[in-house]
C-alpha cells in the first residue's frame, strides 16, 4: 500500500490514532529537547532520499547545524527546533515538503508528515486544500510549533 492509500483513512475519519498507529514509517517524531542532526535523520527514515543527512559541529559557543542534500551542503545555527524543521524543509524544497500534523499539537512530541510535491498535490485533489490545512499546517518561515505560547486558563 502506498502513502497516499494509507493516509486516506486518517484524513477521512480526523482520528489522529490511525496516523499515530503508523509508526515511524510515515510520519516522524520530534520531542522538545531533540539533537538538531537527530531531526534530519528521522526524515531521512521516512522518505528514503539516500541524499540526507546533517552534521552538528561547533564553533565556540554557537552549534552549527550542516544539512547535504543532493550532495549540496546547507550550514546553518542551531537554535530550537521549530528554526530547525524550517531551515529543513527549506532544504527539501522544490522535492519534498515537510507538514506539521496538527493532531499532536499541544505536546512536548510534535509529528510531521514529509512527503513529494506530487504526493500532497494528490492528497490535495482527493480531499481538498481546506481539509489538509486543517490536519496538516504549512511550514513557513515564521511557523510556530515548539515555541507556540499556550493561553491556559486556571480555575
Request: hydrophobic share 35%.
Amino acid at each position: 500500500m502506498n502513502k497516499i492509500d494509507t493516509l486516506k483513512k486518517y484524513i477521512e475519519t480526523e482520528n489522529f490514532e490511525e496516523l499515530r498507529a503508523q509508526g515511524k514509517q510515515l510520519i516522524f517524531w520530534v520531542d522538545w529537547r531533540e539533537e538538531d542532526d537527530a531531526i534530519v535523520e528521522y526524515c531521512e527514515k521516512c522518505l528514503h532520499t539516500d541524499a540526507l543527512k546533517a552534521e552538528m559541529n561547533y564553533s565556540g559557543d554557537d552549534i552549527f547545524l550542516t544539512i547535504t542534500y543532493k550532495d549540496q551542503s546547507f550550514k546553518e545555527k542551531v537554535i530550537d527546533r521549530d528554526p530547525t524543521l524550517i531551515f529543513l524543509n527549506r532544504v527539501l524544497q522544490p522535492d519534498y515538503e515537510i507538514r506539521f500534523c496538527k493532531g499532536s499539537d499541544g505536546s512536548d512530541t510534535l509529528a510531521f508528515l514529509p512527503l513529494s510535491k506530487a504526493e500532497w498535490v494528490e492528497l490535495e485533489s482527493i480531499h481538498g486544500k481546506e481539509k489538509l490545512d486543517r490536519l496538516f499546517e504549512i511550514i513557513h518561515q515564521e511557523t510556530q510549533m515548539f515555541s507556540k505560547e499556550w493561553d491556559f486558563e486556571f480555575e
